[in-house]
């Protein structure tokens, strides 16, 4: 591996391991009173900036939002944009992995970040994904067509 390639590396890491712990972090914020189970989720923007964000769960099940949407929301109502990584963090073996809502959100909002999980018991063991392989098929506004599964276009 060359320097260069090396740094590269390093710098990944590290971009990881912030990413990874500012997640864990939000974890501890979580209002999972029902469940018990605590989520966390960094954003990283392109400009370096990381927005948190963790699930918060409702007696009426489908008003609960997942900690991957509260920080992508934080972040665009905020005036974010360009987002580089998402770092998602609960006590699940392999790290938890987002829900369709939160892929779809993604794929429209976040098409090129790297999604990295891990299981706050073993943060370094960190499992990687793009969006386009967390949701292959994702609806897009194509301009003013939407792309349906067959692959046919309608308007």
């Known amino acids: 591996m060359k320097n260069e390639e090396k740094g590269r590396a390093f710098l990944r890491r590290r971009r990881q ?5 500012a997640a864990r972090e939000a974890r501890q914020r ?3 009173r029902r469940s018990g189970f605590k989520v966390g989720a960094a954003l990283l ?4 900036e990381i927005i948190t964000g963790a699930n918060v ?8 939002c997942c900690a991957e949407r509260v920080a992508l929301f934080k972040a665009l109502t905020e005036g974010k944009a360009r987002f580089v990584a998402l770092g998602v963090v609960a006590r699940s073996p392999g790290g938890p992995m987002p829900c369709g ?6 794929a ?6 790297a999604v990295w999980v891990a299981d706050s018991r073993r943060p370094k063991q960190i499992r990687e994904f ?13 301009g003013k067509k939407i792309v349906v599964e ?3 276009a309608r308007k």
Request: glycine share 6%; hydrophobic share 45%; aromatic share 6%.
């Open 130 to 142: 793009t969006v386009a392989e967390l949701l292959p098929a994702a609806f897009l506004d194509a």
């Open 101 to 106: 809502a939160c892929r779809q959100l993604l």
């Open 108 to 113: 429209e909002y976040a098409p090129e970040a």
């Open 30 to 32: 979580a209002v999972a």
């Open 17 to 21: 391991d912030r990413l990874i712990t």
């Open 150 to 152: 067959t692959g046919r």
């Open 57 to 64: 769960e409702s007696a009426s099940y489908g008003l609960t």
């Open 45 to 48: 923007t392109a400009r370096g």
